[in-house]
């Protein structure tokens, strides 16, 4: 069974940055995408960015020039960098997997979900 782990969140200042960490157990033969989204306080879930097996990354309007989308696949890992953070940035954030190529996050289905992790940022 696939199980998703993310880590890394945390409470930081404006501008500051954290990197998320989202470890993938059970897929051995992972083909398919890993993606973070998050969900703010009374909002829909927005997606952030995915990553396939080849390193091809894609990120959202919203943060690509804040984020960074990478992986480890030694580690099965897959990092999500936030820089130059902001409070609108404040949500829980999770990360998920498909066994297929999904383009955007918000254009497919994922069917395996980790718990989240919270980023809280302050002004």
């Known amino acids: 069974q696939v199980q998703l782990v993310e880590s890394g969140g945390g409470s930081v200042q404006t501008g500051g940055a954290l990197r998320l960490s989202c470890t993938v157990s059970?897929?051995?033969?992972?083909?398919?995408?890993v993606a973070w989204f998050r969900r703010a306080a009374g909002q829909g879930r927005e997606g952030l960015a995915r990553?396939?097996?080849?390193?091809?990354?894609f990120l959202a309007d919203s943060v690509k020039d804040r984020f960074t989308i990478s992986q480890d696949t030694a580690r099965k890992t897959v990092y999500l960098q936030m820089n130059t953070l902001k409070p609108e940035d404040t949500a829980m954030y999770y990360c998920?997997?498909?066994?297929?190529?999904?383009?955007?996050?918000?254009?497919?289905?994922?069917?395996?979900w980790g718990q989240g992790t919270q980023v809280t940022v302050s002004s």
């Open positions: 990553i396939y097996p080849s390193g091809n990354a």
């Open positions: 998920a997997s498909s066994p297929h190529l999904i383009p955007t996050p918000l254009s497919g289905e994922f069917e395996y």
């Open positions: 059970g897929d051995n033969d992972h083909r398919g995408t």
